[in-house]
């Protein structure tokens, strides 16, 4: 038996492959993670999470990832689960009466955890803790719930504790923020020259607030101030100097998506930056088994102080707090009407 990888892997399509099943099994990721090109309909969902599970040795809990956040990034939609608002509604709401906007932030995450239970996905990416400025990216835009760290502090905060409530564990994101970067990571490199004073009292905050959480992921953004060098994702400089040391967060440190073109070298190369500069697990999303082939041979067994953050993790699971879901969709379509 192979140790397990610190590794969360992608699935191609809407079943394993044999190549996939075999991968798995060999390799043993830490977990997986699911997104809109998995999604058929509600037994197959269901099917994939208890397949992908079923390729993890003895009774390990394997976690199973999405990004089900409400508005545009959303990756089980209708009519499987319903269209939920975006982070800047809920911040709307948060702007007209504050405790309508957390009431329904919390709900809204309560909500999520009884619709991805259902299929056997127990950890959800959110909330979004980046605060953007003006003339930012689109990339974070309407995800985020508004423009003050304040705010997003707190409506981040309800969005956590909904999930948490519902045996569902977040994700905070993305960390130490993505809000300034003037570029989406997805497809190049975001740079962000603003003074480190400046990034403490805007885009660190939030997550500085919320350092004890039990998991967050990185951000592909390069901050001059810090390390002009390397973005947060590969830097040891920011993840010990700011993610372990001025935020304070001892938590479990994953990677954004290390497919994304904000990264330069191979797929191995970056696996390699990757864990070798302080995050503790490799994300990678796309699916493509090529690509993940050349992530696990370069990523490292989970051992160490990865490993555990991975067993505090892995321990929280299933503290649900017993709502009544009918109830909790009434309240919140009280408080949006529109969803």
Partial sequence: MSESKAVILGVGGLELTVEERALYRDVQPWGFILFGRNIGEAGQIADLVASLRDTVHGDRHAPVLIDQEGGRVQRIREPICPRYPSGSDLGALYRQDRDAGLRAAWLMSRLHAFDLLKFGIDVDCLPVLDVPVDGASDVIGSRAYG????IVTEMGRAAAGGLKAGGVLPVMKHMPGHGRGMADSHH???VVDAPREDLEAHDFAP???MRDELMAMSAHVVYTAI???APATTSCKVIEEVIR???GFDGLLMSDDSSMNALRGTLAERARDIASNGCDIVLHCNGR???MVQVVEAARPLEGKARARARRVEAAFDR?????EAAVRAEFASLLPAV
Wanted: charged share 30%.
């Fill in 320 to 324: 649900l707090d017993g709502a009544d």
């Fill in 207 to 209: 997550f500085r607030a």
């Fill in 188 to 190: 190049e490199l975001p």
């Fill in 245 to 247: 040391g001025y935020i």
């Fill in 227 to 229: 390390d002009p060098a």
């Fill in 289 to 291: 088994i090529d690509e």
């Fill in 147 to 150: 423009s003050q760290p304040a």
